[in-house]
C-alpha cells in the first residue's frame, strides 16, 4: 500500500518531472533540480547520455544518476532506485529533442 501511495506521487510532464519533494524541470534551455536530491543546473544542449550506476564500495547503496557532455560528467543526481529509470528515460528524451 505505501508503494502505492509513492507512485501516486509521481507527476510528468514536457518540461517538468515530479516525485514526492523532488522537481527536474527544462526552462529556459536548462536542466534543473530542486528538493531532497542534488541541486543541479545544467545547459540541456549540453547533455549528450545519462548513466546510472551504484558504488558497492560506499557504506549507503545510493543510486547515482550522471549526466554526460563531451565525455565527462556535468552533474550528478542522487535519485532512488525505484524511480532512476524512469528519470533516466525522461532526461534522455527531452535532451535529444
Same mark, same amino acid.
Given at each position: 500500500? =505505501?508503494?502505492?501511495?509513492?507512485?501516486?506521487?509521481?507527476?510528468?510532464?514536457?518540461?517538468?518531472?515530479?516525485?514526492?519533494?523532488?522537481?527536474?524541470?527544462?526552462?529556459?534551455?536548462?536542466?534543473?533540480?530542486?528538493?531532497?536530491?542534488?541541486?543541479?543546473? /545544467? !545547459?540541456?544542449?549540453?547533455?549528450?547520455?545519462? /548513466?546510472?550506476?551504484?558504488? !558497492? =564500495?560506499? !557504506?549507503?547503496?545510493? !543510486?547515482?544518476?550522471?549526466?554526460?557532455?563531451?565525455?565527462?560528467?556535468?552533474?550528478?543526481?542522487?535519485?532512488?532506485?525505484?524511480?532512476?529509470?524512469? /528519470?533516466?528515460?525522461?532526461?534522455?528524451?527531452?535532451?535529444?529533442?
Amino acid at each position: 500500500m =505505501a508503494l502505492l501511495e509513492e507512485m501516486s506521487t509521481l507527476t510528468t510532464t514536457n518540461t517538468e518531472f515530479i516525485w514526492k519533494k523532488n522537481k527536474i524541470v527544462i526552462e529556459n534551455g536548462y536542466l534543473t533540480t530542486s528538493g531532497v536530491i542534488n541541486n543541479i543546473r /545544467v !545547459p540541456l544542449n549540453a547533455i549528450e547520455t545519462v /548513466v546510472w550506476s551504484i558504488n !558497492p =564500495a560506499k !557504506p549507503t547503496l545510493s !543510486p547515482c544518476l550522471k549526466i554526460i557532455g563531451k565525455g565527462i560528467v556535468l552533474a550528478e543526481i542522487q535519485i532512488g532506485i525505484d524511480i532512476i529509470n524512469d /528519470v533516466q528515460d525522461w532526461i534522455l528524451t527531452k535532451s535529444n529533442g
